[in-house]
T-cell receptor, first 114, second 113 residues
Framework: AQSVSQHNHHVILSEAASLELGCNYSYGGTVNLFWDVQYPGQHLQLLLKYFSGDPLVKGIKGFEAEFIKSKFSFNLRKPSVQWSDTAEYFCAVNADNAGNMLTFGGGTRLMVKP | DVKVTQSSRYLVKRTGEKVFLECVQDMDHENMFWYRQDPGLGLRLIYF???????EKGDIPEGYSVSREKKERFSLILESASTNQTSMYLC????????????FGDGTRLSIL
């Protein structure tokens, strides 16, 4: 079974700082990759996704993620965070042998200080 | 807008009770999912269903069962609740063949005393 690791459980940044959240997965085959975000008191929602093509994916709200196949990684980045980015971020992987099943990472809680 | 509705936001039950968590979606989605969310562990899939009366085990099905008698409704059942099942439970749905987006409900925070 595949596993997904998010190495940072809690991240605290000041506004305008740059953000990078790590995500690594264990499956060696073809994968679809996702970052989801859960703002306080809200549903989990999709931030960005990678299926194929350009490994640098742009998402909503200025986020991007880079798929590096050789490193089994899909790190999330934002050049300048805002207070409104305070949320919990989840990396998720769908392996080609898993149908519609997603495996989620443990989540990273980001707090941005105003 | 897709709506996934979970019947309770907060629920407190006792050890050994049979617990039902209900989820209804209004977008005619084929796929429905039950996850539990625990700090540091993210979302873990308990069961999912890709059609009426069809169900598949997820990563942590032990201690749970599910029922999908109608397309719009997916129930999670704790046959005999235990304290280690205290958690946030999230229901989600999606179209057939769509891995994401999964549309999530508000969650049910279940406490087993």
């Amino acid at each position: 079974a595949q596993s997904v690791s998010q190495h940072n459980h809690h991240v605290i940044l000041s506004e305008a700082a740059s953000l990078e959240l790590g995500c690594n997965y264990s499956y060696g085959g073809t994968v679809n990759l996702f970052w989801d975000v859960q703002y306080p008191g809200q549903h989990l929602q999709l931030l960005l996704k990678y299926f194929s093509g350009d490994p640098l994916v742009k998402g909503i709200k200025g986020f991007e993620a880079e798929f590096i196949k050789s490193k089994f990684s899909f790190n999330l980045r934002k050049p300048s965070v805002q207070w409104s980015d305070t949320a919990e971020y989840f990396c998720a992987v769908n392996a080609d042998n898993a149908g519609n099943m997603l495996t989620f990472g443990g989540g990273t809680r980001l707090m941005v200080k105003p | 807008d897709v709506k996934v509705t979970q019947s309770s936001r907060y629920l407190v039950k006792r050890t050994g009770e049979k617990v039902f968590l209900e989820c209804v979606q209004d977008m005619d989605h084929e796929n429905m999912f039950w996850y539990r969310q625990d700090p540091g562990l993210g979302l873990r899939l308990i069961y999912f269903s890709y059609d009426v009366k069809m169900k598949e085990k997820g990563d942590i099905p032990e201690g749970y069962s599910v029922s999908r008698e109608k397309k719009e409704r997916f129930s999670l059942i704790l046959e005999s609740a235990s304290t280690n099942q205290t958690s946030m439970y999230l229901c989600a749905s999606s179209f057939q063949g769509a891995v994401q987006p999964q549309h999530f409900g508000d969650g049910t925070r279940l406490s087993i005393l």
